[in-house]
């Protein structure tokens, strides 16, 4: 195998690590309901935290309350 093939696969191991590393949507709003209690999901956006992405998701709480749960993209961390 040549230099370009093992530049190849190279970027497709780091490729394939980092999308399996990223916290999906779905997934964002699953991690939020379950720190958060139970509600329901009004909306979930991807925004920036300074340089990092984050999943911005809004709930509301079985009391009636709204909130806003913030999923690190990379770790699934919810604060």
Known sequence: MGKL????????????????AAVSKDDAAAIALKSSGGGRVLSVDKVLEGNKPVWRVKIVTSQGDVRAVFVDEATGAAR
């Open 5 to 20: 093939g093992k530049m190849m696969v190279v970027m497709l191991a780091l490729v394939s690590a980092v999308a399996l």
